[in-house]
């Protein structure tokens, strides 16, 4: 099947911006996520939706959190524009979860699992150039020069959420929102689970069979 309409699920840290990347580019798809289609969509007319603003451009303003009638509304008129996906970062909880039923029809779930300590290794670990944004990380992906960007030659920082506590915290969130929405997708046709553990080319090999699988 050309054009694949895909999900990747996970918690944070267990690589699905980088193998949305690799479908993006493998299977000519989409890759679409909340926080891409808030900024394409923020001057979306949202008047009729009885919100506080009108756009969603005046929440991101504000530093408010974008309700999820607005974030649902966005992610319907992305997905109605994709010729084929990969959705990264919603749904967030069941609620939303139930509203992309509405929207679309999905081919293929891929879940990537990975233990949670696991996850806080990657996470305190990860290191952000302050210019250009290129992720490394202490152990796994090290820069040439420590400290230092191979890209542009900016500081290499960590961000505040990536300190043991903040991750934590981020992981627990997960697990009461986020978790149960991948136990909701369990008994769906195109659900895999895929071991996130592996090397990212391992993961990436188990990903194409899994969407080959299910799209032929």
């Not at 909880?93 to 290794?121: C, F, K, P, W, Y």
Request: glycine share 8%; with cysteine.
């Amino acid at each position: 099947m050309s054009n694949p309409r895909i999900l990747i699920v996970g918690p944070p840290g267990a690589g699905k911006g980088t193998q949305s990347a690799n479908l993006a580019e493998a299977y000519g798809v989409e890759h679409i996520t909340t926080g891409d289609a808030l900024r394409a969509n923020k001057d979306m007319d949202i008047s009729d939706m009885d919100t506080e603003y009108d756009t969603p451009r005046e929440y991101m303003e504000a530093g408010d959190l974008v309700p999820d009638a607005v974030v649902n509304a966005i992610v319907d008129e992305a997905l109605s524009q994709a010729d084929g996906f990969v959705l990264d970062g919603y749904p967030r909880n069941l609620e939303q979860a139930e509203e992309l039923e509405g929207m679309t029809a999905l081919d293929v779930i891929l879940s990537l699992d990975v233990s949670r300590e696991e996850l806080v290794d990657r996470l305190t670990g990860r290191r952000v150039c302050d210019d250009c944004g290129t992720n490394y990380h202490v152990e796994f992906n090290q820069p040439e020069e420590d400290g230092v960007c191979d890209e542009c030659g900016g500081d290499l920082i960590q961000r505040d959420d990536d300190n043991e506590e903040s991750v934590r915290n981020r992981l627990d969130v997960f697990d009461d929102n986020t978790a149960p929405v991948i136990d909701h997708y369990g008994d769906h046709d195109g659900f895999v689970a895929i071991d996130g553990e592996q090397t990212p080319d391992e993961v990436w090999s188990e990903i194409q069979d899994a969407v080959d699988a299910h799209t032929a």
